[in-house]
């Protein structure tokens, strides 16, 4: 089976079978700024008080539907999540995520974004999401794979977020990190040399920097847990390692 970023081809009809089931309020929103548009899913939580917002930043496969049933997981914890489509517009047709014929197409385009590009949509994105009149202000990010390396930098440009989650993604360079003001959680997995060898350099750095930062693996689990642990095919070792480490985001999202 081939694999891209250490992650497997990825069946995606499970998890729209699972967002169909939702009972949350979900809307696609058109976010502009300057010359540019992006789609963005937004997934509001059933809750009586304004919410924090989280910023979730899809894998290298596009906004697919696994992504898009993330955040309603997170929503469902009473949260508002939103989630950019970081592809808008570079699909066939002018089209996002969904417009690319194979999944080999939408992460070779996903390896060809500007992260100066990368940066302006999620800045774009969180703008939008704070100033929803359901948002009591307060904005994390969250990211997976490629998502969880671009969560990890986005905390190194953005100066207002209350917390920043990284699923097994790389950190950013030393000399960025003393940019980082919130505090970085890690998720990782045991079985995923090349992001876990990344791991004491990027502690190390933090240290070094005054910067918080607390990394968990989990032992057994592969690289892309939170999707595979909860596929029908799930190992014990990605189900565990996934329910642990919602508990453990959920957990540390209330403490913001």
């Not at 049933?69 to 002018?94: C, V």
């Not at 997976?144 to 990890?152: A, E, L, V």
């Not at 000399?175 to 959680?185: C, D, K």
Request: net charge neutral; glycine share 10%; charged share 20%.
């Amino acid at each position: 089976m081939a694999s891209h970023g250490g992650m497997p081809q990825m069946n995606d009809d499970w998890p729209k079978a699972k967002l169909d089931k939702s009972p949350r309020h979900r809307e696609w929103v058109s976010i502009k700024y300057g010359n540019r548009t992006v789609q963005a899913f937004v997934v509001y939580p059933e809750v009586k008080d304004k919410a924090p917002v989280v910023l979730v930043i899809h894998e290298i496969f596009g906004l697919s539907n696994w992504a898009r049933s993330m955040a309603d997981d997170i929503a469902a914890a009473g949260y508002i999540a939103i989630a950019p489509d970081l592809l808008s517009g570079f699909g066939p047709n002018g089209g996002g995520s969904s417009e690319f014929p194979d999944q080999d197409a939408t992460v070779k385009a996903v390896f060809k974004l500007d992260p100066a590009v990368v940066t302006a949509d999620l800045d774009a994105t969180a703008d939008y999401g704070k100033k929803l009149p359901a948002s009591n202000g307060k904005l994390a990010v969250v990211g997976f794979c490629w998502g969880g390396g671009n969560s990890f930098a986005f905390a190194t440009h953005r100066q207002d977020l209350s917390a920043a989650f990284v699923f097994y993604g790389s950190g950013p360079d030393a000399a960025a990190i003393a940019s980082i003001h919130a505090p970085v959680y890690g998720f990782y997995a045991g079985n995923d040399s090349r992001i876990g060898a990344t791991i004491p350099a990027t502690t190390e750095a933090m240290k070094a920097a005054g910067k918080k930062y607390e990394p968990v693996t989990y032992d057994g689990a592969g690289h892309g847990f939170m999707r595979a642990g909860e596929a029908p095919d799930a190992t014990p070792a990605n189900k565990k390692a996934r329910d642990e480490g919602f508990a453990r985001l959920t957990g540390l999202l209330k403490k913001m």
